[in-house]
């Protein structure tokens, strides 16, 4: 019978030490004293656990930085994974990708296992599993998350300034002249999504515009709830002059049912976006957004990382990006 080959964790269990000090040891890093090393690389020997990554670190060759995504197939996905594939690439490093497409399902501990047997610490996009993702925490392994989830969490996090980029949008429309602005929320187990509601919230009451319940429409980040929240608007008695839709993909079904309708965006309706995906400029008409640097975000979650990985303290709990207001065709003043 074949075994297994063993897990980080089992080596940090055998050797009564921590899962980030087996790591520190088998690639050595600062931190573990000499006789300490010895003990856990003669340990992780015995064990088998020299065929994974303490041989691959012991011939000179470049880590492996674990992904954990939700469906790929997704704009805002995709380019933050080319983000992350791009920085390791320039940093000498390699990218091992794990999609988990139904973000409700724990992963299987055997992934969890793989991960740590076989790269040195893991960036989680947009984390829809955050049992892994607490799971890894627990561990000590190196982690980072790019939008992290809405409640506390005890590892680093890369994300764009969503609330300052949603205030924003809000000021933009209110300077045309719209008083009845609807809002479309976004995936609310993400803090990105809380951040652009609160922002809503805030502006509402300061701008002085409409504070109405049916103003309010879930979108969950999707083109599908997109859609589902331009048909909810379409039902109001008195439709709003303005959108704005918590990302690009919700603002994209949101304009197709508008259209569908015989609405004419901006002339009967304006409509902002958040993010600025390579679509806002290819659809008609041009949407506005609010841009975030979306393989930025991949770049920084990769440094971070690295500097955990190499037992350095993260600069900062969290790393906020700027965002840019886009300013294009599908918004104007509204009819009076």
Request: proline residues 7%.
């Amino acid at each position: 019978m074949t075994l297994a080959a063993p897990t980080l964790a089992q080596v940090a269990v055998a050797a009564g030490v921590s899962a980030m000090t087996v790591s520190r040891a088998l690639n050595r890093r600062p931190g573990v004293s000499s006789s300490l090393r010895e003990s856990i690389v003669k340990l992780a020997a015995e064990m088998g656990y020299e065929s994974s990554r303490a041989a691959r670190q012991a011939t000179g060759q470049g880590r492996v930085l674990g992904v954990l995504a939700g469906h790929l197939d997704k704009p805002f996905i995709s380019h933050l994974v080319a983000g992350v594939v791009g920085a390791a690439s320039a940093t000498g490093n390699e990218v091992l990708i794990y999609s988990l497409a139904d973000r409700q399902r724990r992963p299987p501990a055997k992934v969890l296992k793989l991960l740590q047997q076989f790269t040195d610490g893991v960036i989680a996009l947009l984390p829809p599993a955050s049992g892994f993702v607490a799971a890894l925490s627990e561990g000590r392994y190196p982690l980072v998350t790019i939008d992290n989830p809405a409640e506390p969490c005890t590892h680093p996090t890369v994300a764009a300034d969503s609330y300052g980029g949603a205030r924003a949008a809000m000021h933009h429309l209110a300077e045309l002249g719209h008083r009845r602005v609807a809002f479309v929320t976004g995936a609310e187990q993400l803090a990105s999504a809380h951040q652009r509601r609160r922002a809503y919230d805030d502006a509402v009451p300061v701008l002085g515009l409409a504070r109405e319940p049916g103003l309010l429409v879930p979108g969950d980040y999707t083109l599908a709830g997109g859609r589902r929240a331009g048909e909810r608007l379409l039902k109001l008695k008195h439709r709003p002059t303005a959108v704005f839709a918590s990302n690009d993909l919700s603002a994209f079904g949101l304009m197709a049912v508008l259209q569908e309708s015989g609405l004419k965006i901006p002339d009967d309706v304006s409509v902002v976006g958040f993010d600025d995906l390579p679509a806002a400029r290819q659809i008609h008409p041009m949407l506005t957004t609010v841009r975030q640097p979306i393989e930025d975000l991949g770049r920084a979650a990769v440094h971070t990382l690295l500097a955990l990985i190499a037992g350095l303290p993260a600069a900062a709990t969290q790393v906020i990006l700027p965002t840019e207001l886009v300013v294009r065709q599908s918004t104007r003043a509204p009819r009076r």
